[in-house]
């Protein structure tokens, strides 16, 4: 392959790389030197571009990681929100897979919602509706995306003549859209404890754990493409199954994740079927450490949190999509203080915009504290990054320094939201001030996906959007 070169000059940069404070100082005018997708060299002081280098005139941080997506949920946009004068919500169903009281609007009644878009999938409009959400991510300054996938099969659990078209159509979509993307393949086998998949859930279920492992033996690694493994649930894996999906994760040194007690009722029927918390469960069967991520951790007892944070398990928040489906406040900062590594997720897709998920991190903190300042801005910035890309399996991203992959994103600092402070404060303008709208580039593996806010790989956006979600709901 022909070598490829090129240098950038940046107006101000946050390097990534944090200090014992928490912190990172602005760089101004800073010369990256890349070849073959990666940074070569770094300079700072240059007060002006270099003759031929591209320059990126704003913020410019390491590309951020989306570290939990369900791509086809971005159909549900604006078209899931129950409340007075709707109608009565869907008879909800538990996390035993029963039917439940009608109620307020719940997450087991948006499920029932998210499930009529899934059952209309397949591999063509689901790698149509991927490539324009991926888009969009990009637009949205986002490098990588964690893609939480476990519809998997045709309707009715039919498997597909390729058994991963519906993996391969996500990979494919995120290599047209220019990001890079983990594949979390999801073991889903139960609609609760004991109970077996719904009609709904049989195209998710491959069976039994074995049976998914050696369909996910099939998927192939690409430049842009890992593939890790996902428990769902402990109400979709039985527990007999779990060591498992922890045994084909371990073998391949991938990454593994799994939604943590995102609700009480999942918690009290695991109890009431295990006679403990979901997190227990997951650690007795060897699924908690290093390389697993729990999504969401929201409701959890502190001996949970110990637990999490001695494994070194990490937590992905995803605050946008949590507050959105009424989950609930997950304990952030107590899970980070007892270990557990942070990162972000838009998951739902109720909004892509990774700066906004840092901002509500730190604002639910306040709001359940009644103080501020739980993170630096540095430190938020940090799980937008760095710890992001980690826990996605891509360790060599995340940061602006020699041998780091060449993924960028430039924030403008003369937006109506960000004009005014100071560039020595750009890591508390892009947190708590900017939002997605306000990327002009976006960098990946040192090339332009976005150039001045227009994506160069997917011409119009928002008609790429609305001509995949149209064909869902025709």
Not at 199 to 219: I, K, N, P
């Amino acid at each position: 392959m022909p070598v490829t070169k090129g240098t950038y000059w940046l107006e101000y940069a946050w390097p990534g790389t944090l200090s014992r404070a928490g912190e990172t100082p602005i760089e101004p005018g800073v010369v990256l030197e890349t070849r073959d997708g990666r940074i070569t060299a770094v300079r700072t002081g240059a007060g002006t571009p270099p003759p031929g280098a591209e320059v990126l005139r704003g913020l410019t941080l390491p590309g951020l990681a989306n570290a939990h997506s369900h791509a086809f949920h971005r159909a549900l946009r604006g078209t899931a929100q129950a409340g007075p004068g709707t109608g009565s919500p869907p008879r909800r169903r538990g996390p035993d897979g029963g039917d439940g009281e009608r109620a307020p609007d719940s997450f087991w009644a948006w499920r029932e919602v998210m499930y009529s878009v899934a059952d209309r999938l397949t591999p063509d409009s689901y790698h149509a509706l991927a490539r324009a959400v991926y888009a969009e991510m990009a637009l949205a300054g986002i490098t990588a995306v964690g893609e939480f996938h476990y519809l998997h099969h045709a309707p009715g659990g039919t498997p597909y003549a390729d058994p991963n078209a519906m993996g391969e159509a996500l990979i494919e979509a995120a290599a047209e859209a220019g990001i890079r993307i983990t594949l979390l393949d999801a073991c889903y086998l139960s609609a609760g404890f004991g109970q077996p998949p719904n009609a709904h859930q049989l195209r998710f279920s491959d069976g039994t754990a074995e049976s998914w492992a050696q369909r996910c033996s099939l998927l192939k690694e690409r430049d842009h493409a890992r593939i890790g493994a996902a428990v769902h649930s402990v109400r979709a894996v039985p527990a007999d199954q779990l060591a498992t999906v922890a045994r084909w994760a371990e073998q391949r040194r991938a990454p593994l994740h799994v939604h943590l007690s995102e609700q009480t009722a999942e918690n009290d029927a695991c109890r009431q079927a295990h006679g403990r918390t979901p997190a227990r469960l997951l650690a007795d069967h060897g699924v908690l450490g290093p390389r697993t991520t729990g999504v969401h951790n929201t409701h959890l007892t502190d001996e949970d949190i110990a637990l999490i944070g001695s494994t070194s398990t990490g937590t992905c928040m995803c605050p946008t999509t949590e507050r959105d489906l009424a989950d609930g406040i997950g304990p952030a900062a107590a899970l980070q203080r007892a270990g557990s590594p942070l990162s972000l997720g838009t998951d739902s897709h109720a909004v892509i915009d990774l700066l906004e998920e840092a901002r509500a991190m730190e604002l639910n903190e306040r709001l359940r504290s009644r103080t501020r300042g739980h993170w630096t801005a540095g430190a938020l910035l940090r799980a937008a990054t760095a710890d992001g890309h980690a826990a996605l399996g891509w360790d060599d991203a995340g940061t602006i320094e020699p041998g780091a992959r060449a993924d960028l994103t430039t924030i403008a600092l003369d937006s109506v939201r960000t004009a005014g402070p100071p560039p020595r404060l750009g890591a508390e303008t892009a947190v708590f001030a900017a939002t997605a709208a306000d990327v002009r580039h976006t960098v990946v593996a040192g090339r332009h996906v976005v150039r001045d806010g227009a994506h160069t790989l997917v011409p119009d956006v928002p008609r790429a959007l609305a001509r995949a979600v149209e064909a869902l709901r025709a």
